[in-house]
Protein backbone atom coordinates (compact mmCIF):
# COMPACT_ATOMS: atom_id res chain seq x y z
CA UNK A 1 0.00 0.00 0.00
CA UNK A 2 1.14 3.49 -1.04
CA UNK A 3 0.77 6.08 2.03
CA UNK A 4 0.54 9.82 1.52
CA UNK A 5 0.65 12.46 3.77
CA UNK A 6 -1.09 15.17 1.17
CA UNK A 7 -2.91 14.76 -1.61
CA UNK A 8 -0.42 13.70 -4.87
CA UNK A 9 0.30 15.50 -7.82
CA UNK A 10 -1.05 12.83 -9.78
CA UNK A 11 -2.61 9.48 -8.80
CA UNK A 12 -3.26 6.36 -11.03
CA UNK A 13 -6.81 5.98 -12.16
CA UNK A 14 -8.83 4.61 -8.79
CA UNK A 15 -12.00 4.40 -7.17
CA UNK A 16 -11.95 6.60 -4.40
CA UNK A 17 -13.48 6.07 -1.23
CA UNK A 18 -13.06 9.22 1.28
CA UNK A 19 -14.40 9.91 4.78
CA UNK A 20 -12.86 10.26 8.05
CA UNK A 21 -13.02 5.88 8.23
CA UNK A 22 -12.03 6.13 11.87
CA UNK A 23 -12.57 2.60 13.37
CA UNK A 24 -12.77 1.35 9.70
CA UNK A 25 -16.10 -0.51 11.10
CA UNK A 26 -18.61 -2.78 8.93
CA UNK A 27 -20.13 0.73 7.14
CA UNK A 28 -16.85 1.31 6.39
CA UNK A 29 -15.58 -2.20 4.97
CA UNK A 30 -18.67 -1.94 2.57
CA UNK A 31 -17.44 0.85 1.15
CA UNK A 32 -13.85 -0.32 0.29
CA UNK A 33 -15.54 -3.41 -1.22
CA UNK A 34 -17.64 -1.37 -3.32
CA UNK A 35 -14.27 0.11 -4.84
CA UNK A 36 -12.51 -3.26 -4.76
CA UNK A 37 -15.36 -4.27 -7.27
CA UNK A 38 -15.00 -1.67 -9.87
CA UNK A 39 -11.51 -3.69 -11.05
CA UNK A 40 -9.65 -0.23 -10.35
CA UNK A 41 -7.08 0.43 -7.76
CA UNK A 42 -8.85 1.43 -4.46
CA UNK A 43 -8.11 5.03 -3.01
CA UNK A 44 -9.20 6.12 0.37
CA UNK A 45 -8.64 9.83 1.50
CA UNK A 46 -9.55 10.01 4.74
CA UNK A 47 -9.12 13.33 7.13
CA UNK A 48 -7.05 13.89 10.62
CA UNK A 49 -8.87 16.33 12.95
CA UNK A 50 -6.24 17.54 15.94
CA UNK A 51 -9.22 17.15 18.16
CA UNK A 52 -10.95 14.46 20.28
CA UNK A 53 -10.39 11.32 20.93
CA UNK A 54 -10.32 8.54 18.02
CA UNK A 55 -10.99 4.58 18.00
CA UNK A 56 -8.12 4.40 16.29
CA UNK A 57 -4.25 6.13 16.07
CA UNK A 58 -2.49 6.95 12.61
CA UNK A 59 -0.94 4.17 12.82
CA UNK A 60 -3.43 1.45 13.46
CA UNK A 61 -5.32 2.84 11.00
CA UNK A 62 -2.91 2.44 8.37
CA UNK A 63 -2.62 -0.93 9.12
CA UNK A 64 -6.11 -1.87 8.80
CA UNK A 65 -6.56 0.22 5.34
CA UNK A 66 -3.56 -2.20 4.23
CA UNK A 67 -4.90 -5.05 5.38
CA UNK A 68 -8.94 -4.52 4.32
CA UNK A 69 -6.86 -4.36 0.26
CA UNK A 70 -6.79 -0.37 -0.24
CA UNK A 71 -3.68 0.43 -2.63
CA UNK A 72 -3.61 3.92 -1.88
CA UNK A 73 -4.00 5.53 1.61
CA UNK A 74 -4.05 9.33 1.79
CA UNK A 75 -4.11 11.77 4.66
CA UNK A 76 -5.40 15.29 4.67
CA UNK A 77 -5.28 17.50 8.12
CA UNK A 78 -8.30 18.82 8.26
CA UNK A 79 -8.58 22.61 7.68
CA UNK A 80 -8.81 25.86 5.72
CA UNK A 81 -7.00 24.27 2.65
CA UNK A 82 -8.99 21.64 2.41
CA UNK A 83 -12.34 22.71 3.90
CA UNK A 84 -12.40 25.96 2.11
CA UNK A 85 -12.78 24.71 -1.01
CA UNK A 86 -16.25 25.11 -2.88
CA UNK A 87 -17.77 21.32 -3.78
CA UNK A 88 -16.67 21.92 -7.74
CA UNK A 89 -13.24 23.06 -6.85
CA UNK A 90 -12.46 20.05 -4.70
CA UNK A 91 -14.47 17.68 -7.33
CA UNK A 92 -12.34 19.28 -9.91
CA UNK A 93 -9.07 20.19 -8.38
CA UNK A 94 -8.64 17.04 -5.82
CA UNK A 95 -10.84 14.22 -7.01
CA UNK A 96 -10.77 14.34 -11.24
CA UNK A 97 -7.08 15.95 -11.78
CA UNK A 98 -5.17 15.10 -8.68
CA UNK A 99 -6.61 11.97 -7.50
CA UNK A 100 -7.70 10.83 -11.41
CA UNK A 101 -11.23 9.01 -9.57
CA UNK A 102 -12.89 7.20 -12.07
CA UNK A 103 -15.00 6.01 -9.12
CA UNK A 104 -16.10 7.83 -6.11
CA UNK A 105 -17.71 5.57 -3.45
CA UNK A 106 -18.90 7.61 -0.35
CA UNK A 107 -22.18 7.05 2.10
CA UNK A 108 -25.28 8.69 1.40
CA UNK A 109 -24.80 11.42 4.09
CA UNK A 110 -21.21 12.60 2.80
CA UNK A 111 -20.51 16.41 3.18
CA UNK A 112 -17.83 18.35 1.99
CA UNK A 113 -16.73 21.63 0.52
CA UNK A 114 -17.17 25.05 1.96
CA UNK A 115 -19.57 24.92 4.97
CA UNK A 116 -20.09 21.72 4.08
CA UNK A 117 -22.45 22.48 1.52
CA UNK A 118 -21.51 19.28 -0.50
CA UNK A 119 -23.51 16.42 -0.94
CA UNK A 120 -24.78 13.39 -2.67
CA UNK A 121 -26.72 15.52 -5.06
CA UNK A 122 -23.05 17.63 -5.92
CA UNK A 123 -21.67 14.39 -6.79
CA UNK A 124 -24.33 13.22 -9.18
CA UNK A 125 -24.58 16.60 -10.95
CA UNK A 126 -21.03 16.76 -12.21
CA UNK A 127 -20.53 12.73 -12.54
CA UNK A 128 -20.46 13.48 -16.72
CA UNK A 129 -18.71 16.45 -16.41
CA UNK A 130 -15.62 15.20 -14.68
CA UNK A 131 -15.67 11.41 -15.51
CA UNK A 132 -16.58 9.56 -12.83
CA UNK A 133 -19.20 7.01 -11.39
CA UNK A 134 -20.39 7.82 -7.75
CA UNK A 135 -21.78 4.92 -5.42
CA UNK A 136 -23.64 6.53 -2.54
CA UNK A 137 -23.95 3.80 -0.33
CA UNK A 138 -26.83 3.52 1.84
CA UNK A 139 -25.94 3.77 5.81
CA UNK A 140 -25.47 0.04 6.97
CA UNK A 141 -27.82 -0.72 10.32
CA UNK A 142 -27.27 -3.07 13.31
CA UNK A 143 -30.58 -3.28 15.48
CA UNK A 144 -31.84 -1.08 13.30
CA UNK A 145 -29.99 2.07 14.15
CA UNK A 146 -26.81 3.37 11.74
CA UNK A 147 -23.60 1.50 12.32
CA UNK A 148 -21.40 4.82 12.56
CA UNK A 149 -17.93 5.44 14.45
CA UNK A 150 -19.96 8.27 17.16
CA UNK A 151 -22.10 4.97 17.64
CA UNK A 152 -19.09 2.93 18.48
CA UNK A 153 -17.94 5.52 20.61
CA UNK A 154 -20.38 5.38 22.74
CA UNK A 155 -20.71 1.35 23.27
CA UNK A 156 -16.50 1.92 24.21
CA UNK A 157 -17.23 4.28 26.94
CA UNK A 158 -19.90 2.26 28.15
CA UNK A 159 -17.39 -0.96 28.35
CA UNK A 160 -20.18 -2.70 26.48
CA UNK A 161 -17.23 -4.14 24.28
CA UNK A 162 -19.44 -7.20 22.69
CA UNK A 163 -21.45 -4.43 20.96
CA UNK A 164 -17.86 -2.92 19.56
CA UNK A 165 -16.48 -5.92 18.83
CA UNK A 166 -19.74 -6.33 16.16
CA UNK A 167 -19.47 -3.13 14.65
CA UNK A 168 -15.86 -3.47 14.10
CA UNK A 169 -15.57 -6.94 13.03
CA UNK A 170 -12.36 -7.15 15.65
CA UNK A 171 -11.87 -6.38 19.17
CA UNK A 172 -11.14 -2.91 20.48
CA UNK A 173 -7.09 -3.12 20.84
CA UNK A 174 -4.89 -1.35 22.72
CA UNK A 175 -1.11 -2.11 21.82
CA UNK A 176 1.93 -0.51 22.84
CA UNK A 177 5.83 -1.43 24.30
CA UNK A 178 5.65 -3.27 27.43
CA UNK A 179 7.24 -1.71 30.17
CA UNK A 180 8.78 -2.77 33.44
CA UNK A 181 6.14 -2.32 36.16
CA UNK A 182 6.10 -2.40 40.26
CA UNK A 183 5.88 -6.32 40.03
CA UNK A 184 2.60 -6.51 42.09
CA UNK A 185 0.80 -9.00 39.99
CA UNK A 186 3.99 -11.23 39.83
CA UNK A 187 4.13 -11.47 43.64
CA UNK A 188 0.98 -12.44 43.63
CA UNK A 189 1.38 -15.50 41.44
CA UNK A 190 0.25 -13.61 38.25
CA UNK A 191 3.02 -11.69 36.34
CA UNK A 192 1.37 -8.96 34.15
CA UNK A 193 2.64 -7.23 30.98
CA UNK A 194 2.15 -3.20 31.54
CA UNK A 195 0.99 -1.07 28.93
CA UNK A 196 0.49 2.91 28.75
CA UNK A 197 -2.64 4.36 27.72
CA UNK A 198 -2.52 6.56 24.85
CA UNK A 199 -4.29 9.38 25.22
CA UNK A 200 -5.38 10.34 22.28
CA UNK A 201 -7.64 7.26 21.47
CA UNK A 202 -10.72 6.58 23.34
CA UNK A 203 -10.72 4.88 27.01
CA UNK A 204 -12.66 2.32 28.50
CA UNK A 205 -14.38 2.49 31.95
CA UNK A 206 -11.42 1.54 34.09
CA UNK A 207 -11.92 -2.18 35.37
CA UNK A 208 -11.51 -6.06 34.24
CA UNK A 209 -11.84 -7.19 31.31
CA UNK A 210 -11.58 -10.68 29.08
CA UNK A 211 -8.52 -10.20 26.87
CA UNK A 212 -7.19 -11.73 23.89
CA UNK A 213 -3.26 -10.89 23.75
CA UNK A 214 -1.47 -10.84 20.22
CA UNK A 215 2.46 -11.70 20.55
CA UNK A 216 4.31 -11.80 17.04
CA UNK A 217 2.34 -14.31 15.38
CA UNK A 218 0.43 -15.91 17.74
CA UNK A 219 -2.88 -14.79 19.71
CA UNK A 220 -2.92 -15.88 24.12
CA UNK A 221 -6.24 -15.41 26.03
CA UNK A 222 -6.26 -13.22 29.77
CA UNK A 223 -7.98 -11.11 31.71
CA UNK A 224 -6.44 -7.65 31.75
CA UNK A 225 -6.76 -4.78 34.21
CA UNK A 226 -7.17 -1.06 32.68
CA UNK A 227 -6.79 2.03 35.30
CA UNK A 228 -5.00 3.20 37.74
CA UNK A 229 -4.45 0.20 40.45
CA UNK A 230 -5.83 1.76 43.56
CA UNK A 231 -4.72 -1.03 45.82
CA UNK A 232 -1.11 -0.35 45.47
CA UNK A 233 -1.07 3.41 45.09
CA UNK A 234 -2.38 6.44 45.09
CA UNK A 235 -1.09 8.20 42.32
CA UNK A 236 -0.34 6.08 39.80
CA UNK A 237 -1.10 6.73 36.09
CA UNK A 238 -3.39 4.88 33.88
CA UNK A 239 -2.49 1.74 32.23
CA UNK A 240 -3.22 -1.44 31.25
CA UNK A 241 -1.87 -4.58 33.08
CA UNK A 242 -2.31 -8.05 31.46
CA UNK A 243 -2.09 -11.59 33.26
CA UNK A 244 -1.90 -13.69 30.10
CA UNK A 245 -3.23 -17.38 30.49
CA UNK A 246 -0.59 -20.00 29.55
CA UNK A 247 2.54 -17.90 28.74
CA UNK A 248 5.65 -17.99 29.68
CA UNK A 249 8.27 -15.91 28.80
CA UNK A 250 10.22 -12.25 28.81
CA UNK A 251 7.87 -9.57 27.07
CA UNK A 252 9.64 -6.38 28.42
CA UNK A 253 10.78 -4.16 25.28
CA UNK A 254 8.07 -5.99 23.03
CA UNK A 255 4.73 -4.72 21.23
CA UNK A 256 2.05 -6.48 21.86
CA UNK A 257 -1.37 -5.85 21.08
CA UNK A 258 -4.72 -6.57 23.78
CA UNK A 259 -8.29 -7.30 22.48
CA UNK A 260 -10.35 -6.04 24.99
CA UNK A 261 -13.25 -8.79 24.49
CA UNK A 262 -15.43 -7.97 27.46
CA UNK A 263 -15.83 -6.31 30.70
CA UNK A 264 -16.18 -8.19 33.77
CA UNK A 265 -16.04 -5.80 36.83
CA UNK A 266 -15.21 -2.15 37.71
CA UNK A 267 -11.88 -1.38 39.01
CA UNK A 268 -11.98 -1.40 43.04
CA UNK A 269 -9.67 -0.63 45.74
CA UNK A 270 -9.46 -3.36 48.32
CA UNK A 271 -8.05 -3.07 51.72
CA UNK A 272 -4.92 -5.96 51.30
CA UNK A 273 -3.28 -7.56 48.59
CA UNK A 274 -4.74 -10.90 49.78
CA UNK A 275 -8.32 -9.83 49.46
CA UNK A 276 -7.11 -8.75 45.53
CA UNK A 277 -5.50 -11.98 45.08
CA UNK A 278 -8.60 -13.97 45.92
CA UNK A 279 -10.42 -11.41 43.55
CA UNK A 280 -8.08 -12.36 40.38
CA UNK A 281 -8.53 -15.38 40.47
CA UNK A 282 -12.64 -15.36 40.76
CA UNK A 283 -11.87 -13.10 37.66
CA UNK A 284 -9.44 -15.49 35.62
CA UNK A 285 -12.06 -18.16 37.01
CA UNK A 286 -14.79 -15.66 35.07
CA UNK A 287 -13.30 -15.25 32.09
CA UNK A 288 -12.26 -18.56 31.71
CA UNK A 289 -15.74 -19.44 31.83
CA UNK A 290 -16.70 -17.03 29.16
CA UNK A 291 -14.40 -18.80 26.76
CA UNK A 292 -16.57 -21.93 27.28
Request: charged share 35%; hydrophobic share 35%.
Amino acid sequence: MEIWEEIPSHLEKCALCIGKFDGFHKGHRVLIDEAKDTGYPVACLTFLFGHGQMIDDREKKRRIAESLGVDFYIEVEAGPKIFSMTPEVFIKDVVSEKLRAKHIIVGEDFRFGRDRSGDITTLSEYEARYGYVLHAVPKLKDGGKDISSSRIREHILAGQMEDVKRLLCRAYTMEGIVKDGNHIGRDLGFPTANLSVEKERITPPYGVYVTDVRIEDRVYNGIGNLGVKPTVGSDNAPGLEVHIFDYEGDLYGKRISVGLESFLRKEKRFDDLKKLHAQIEEDIRRAKSRRL
